[in-house]
């Protein structure tokens, strides 16, 4: 399989924003770990093929959500890929085993998912393979973090205050794919709700979605195993005035995992997934404002 390599003198922008003719609902709807615009710089420092890159991606997921502007809420989704640079985590989550030099003392060296090798810059794939052929100089971090991460972030809180401002409450959805591992909790589910147990989102909005998918037929979890991520928990503030709640769906349901394909099914999934979408935002539109 050929990655999208991007050189460095045609860089994408990091981020695609689809917006709708007028924004009719208080909510927004991201995807941070769909991108797959691979910087040439990181595919060759990479150690690994192709398709063991791309499976940390959540394949498609921005394809899926689609048609989120056809219903009055808008789109952003990265450009870039999870493996490269991760936008659903603190800013400077970083491993000090990835580095040449030491560390500036305010970097997270000390959370869960840096011990994991998940952090900003990820060390390993969603696989556990490690990325790397040699360790990288810090400079790389930070500019990967300035050019990338915080233009993400930058664009999300933009469109959070404006909804907010205008609507006086915002409802974001953090769009989400996750493996079809067996022996993973999630196996017996298709797709996975993620409110931070209750903390980040009003419950109302957690059962519309349910509703929508039991009603096509779909098996539905709350919270287990995916509550939420850095997106969801740090944007999730009801008191505020912003609901987040993260959704998570099987990747079998609608591509090859093994080859990075759609699948056949992809088409009524993807339908499926609007049936959500409208749900979703009939209950941003009766949530309370401040």
Same mark, same amino acid.
Request: glycine letters at 6%.
């Given at each position: 399989?050929?990655?999208?390599?991007?050189?460095?003198?045609?860089?994408?922008?990091?981020?695609?924003?689809? &917006?709708?003719?007028?924004?009719?609902?208080?909510?927004?709807?991201?995807?941070?770990?769909?991108?797959?615009?691979?910087?040439?710089?990181?595919?060759?420092?990479?150690?690994?093929?192709?398709?063991?890159?791309?499976?940390?991606?959540? @394949?498609?997921?921005?394809?899926?959500?689609?048609?989120?502007?056809?219903?009055?809420?808008?789109?952003?989704?990265?450009?870039?890929?999870?493996?490269?640079?991760?936008?659903?985590?603190?800013?400077?989550?970083?491993?000090?085993?990835?580095?040449?030099?030491?560390?500036?003392?305010?970097?997270?060296?000390?959370?869960?998912?840096?011990?994991?090798?998940? @952090?900003?810059?990820?060390?390993?794939?969603?696989?556990?393979?490690?990325?790397?052929?040699?360790?990288?100089?810090?400079?790389?971090?930070?500019?990967?973090?300035?050019?990338?991460?915080?233009?993400? &972030?930058?664009?999300?809180?933009?469109?959070?205050?404006?909804?907010?401002?205008?609507?006086?409450?915002?409802?974001?959805?953090?769009?989400?794919?996750?493996?079809?591992?067996?022996?993973?909790?999630?196996?017996?589910?298709?797709?996975? *709700?993620?409110?931070? &147990?209750?903390?980040?989102?009003?419950?109302?909005? *957690?059962?519309?979605?349910?509703?929508?998918?039991?009603? *096509?037929?779909?098996?539905?979890?709350?919270?287990?195993?995916?509550?939420?991520?850095?997106?969801?928990?740090?944007?999730?503030?009801?008191?505020?005035?912003?609901?987040?709640?993260?959704?998570?769906?099987?990747?079998?349901?609608?591509?090859?995992?093994?080859?990075?394909?759609?699948?056949?099914?992809?088409?009524?999934?993807?339908?499926?997934?609007?049936?959500?979408?409208?749900?979703?935002?009939?209950?941003?539109?009766?949530?309370?404002?401040?």
């Amino acid at each position: 399989m050929d990655l999208p390599i991007v050189p460095p003198a045609a860089a994408s922008p990091p981020v695609t924003l689809a &917006h709708p003719v007028v924004q009719a609902v208080p909510v927004v709807f991201a995807s941070p770990h769909s991108g797959r615009d691979y910087p040439a710089e990181f595919v060759a420092a990479a150690r690994l093929d192709a398709l063991a890159l791309r499976r940390s991606e959540d @394949g498609f997921v921005d394809e899926l959500f689609a048609t989120a502007p056809d219903h009055g809420a808008p789109l952003l989704a990265a450009t870039f890929p999870r493996a490269f640079c991760d936008a659903n985590r603190e800013a400077w989550e970083l491993d000090p085993a990835m580095f040449e030099e030491d560390l500036p003392p305010w970097v997270n060296t000390a959370s869960a998912r840096v011990s994991a090798g998940l @952090g900003t810059i990820a060390r390993v794939v969603s696989s556990g393979e490690s990325i790397y052929r040699r360790k990288l100089r810090f400079a790389e971090a930070e500019r990967r973090i300035r050019l990338y991460w915080e233009p993400f &972030h930058a664009a999300l809180r933009e469109l959070i205050e404006e909804t907010r401002r205008r609507f006086g409450v915002c409802l974001l959805v953090d769009c989400h794919s996750m493996p079809g591992n067996s022996t993973s909790p999630a196996a017996a589910a298709d797709f996975v *709700l993620g409110d931070a &147990h209750g903390t980040a989102c009003a419950p109302r909005v *957690l059962r519309a979605a349910e509703e929508a998918l039991g009603g *096509l037929g779909y098996r539905v979890r709350r919270n287990d195993p995916y509550a939420g991520g850095f997106i969801t928990r740090h944007y999730g503030r009801p008191r505020e005035g912003v609901h987040a709640v993260q959704v998570e769906i099987c990747r079998p349901l609608y591509m090859d995992e093994a080859r990075m394909e759609k699948l056949p099914a992809f088409t009524q999934v993807q339908q499926d997934v609007t049936t959500m979408i409208v749900a979703l935002t009939k209950a941003g539109a009766q949530l309370r404002t401040r």
